[in-house]
């Protein structure tokens, strides 16, 4: 809220910072609000100004036989990469904040690392180790190294987590004669399940979205959504693209709304507990 107390220049410096920040979120936002119109328009190309409106192009997407192995190799590969990345992620995160251990810091480095080292490296290293052992286009090799790519998502969001997690829950579950996998499933597990969801949540939209490793790691047979839209581009430029590209949006709209409500709700879990 603006001050009546503000000298001049506080106000120019007020209102020049909010004109900057408007002037970045169009330049994130507009690509994604140009290609939607794209997807309704009744021509067969991608061009301004649209020649009528027409759901032609998403009719064409739900009817080909490709776009649909597509999203359908995308649903197999994403949830079980998601599965593998939830289960190692979570399992990495509650090893790496129990305490301090010789060589934490080079272990939490190689765990970080696959968001860091460029896709396209991970890409040649994956084929290169799967290929020889006649994986290379497989769906057990894209699986496989797509949850590598998601684990480190896990890992920070369930990490974030057990920052704010009091440890006196679990030894109370204790002494109450709980197990310790009882404690994990009845407590811990429980007040971290927003993190888990969250990192999840991240780790299913890098799969979703990835197309650098699954150029690399699949086939025909295996060709993911994204890998489809790439080729598309390259092969045959038509506005089922675009379509396919407004699907993705809301798909990522939906997430990231998930996402903010998760947020909200382990920000409450946290008060909770103090």
């Known amino acids: 809220m603006l001050s009546p107390y503000m000298s001049p220049v506080e106000r120019v410096w007020f209102y020049s910072l909010r004109i900057l920040c408007g002037l970045i979120l169009l330049f994130l936002i507009l ?3 140009v290609i939607i119109p794209l997807s309704f328009n009744s021509g067969s190309f991608l061009v301004y100004p649209l020649q009528g409106f027409s759901l032609h192009w998403y009719q064409d997407f739900f009817a080909s036989a490709e776009w649909m192995r597509a999203l359908r190799n995308s649903i197999i590969v994403a949830p079980a990469a998601t599965a593998l990345a939830m289960v190692f992620g979570t399992l990495a995160a509650i090893g790496l904040t129990r305490g301090d251990f010789p060589g934490k810091p080079l272990v939490m480095a190689l765990v970080i690392s696959p968001m860091v ?3 396209v490296i991970i890409g040649v290293a994956s084929y290169l180790f799967f290929a020889p052992l006649g994986l290379g286009n497989s769906f057990f090799s894209l699986i496989v190294v797509h949850a590598v790519l998601g684990v480190p998502f896990v890992i920070i969001t369930v990490s974030a987590t057990l920052q ?3 440890h006196n829950l679990v030894r109370a579950a204790a002494s109450l004669g709980a197990s310790p996998l009882t404690a994990f499933r009845r407590v811990t597990l429980p007040l971290i ?3 888990v969801i969250s990192g999840a949540l991240f780790a299913f939209a890098t799969s979703f979205d990835e197309v650098v490793v699954t150029l690399f790691l ?3 047979e295996q060709a993911t959504l994204p890998r489809q839209m790439f080729s598309g581009i390259r092969e045959n430029l038509s506005p089922t693209i675009a379509a396919a ?3 993705l949006i809301v798909f990522s709209v939906i997430l990231l709304l998930t996402l903010e409500w998760l947020r909200g709700r382990s920000e409450k879990l946290r008060t909770t507990q103090v």
């Open 193 to 195: 399940a927003p993190g």
């Open 218 to 220: 699949a086939g025909p």
């Open 31 to 33: 690509p994604v609000l």
């Open 245 to 247: 590209a407004t699907l």
């Open 164 to 166: 704010g997690f009091n």
């Open 117 to 119: 080292v460029p896709v």
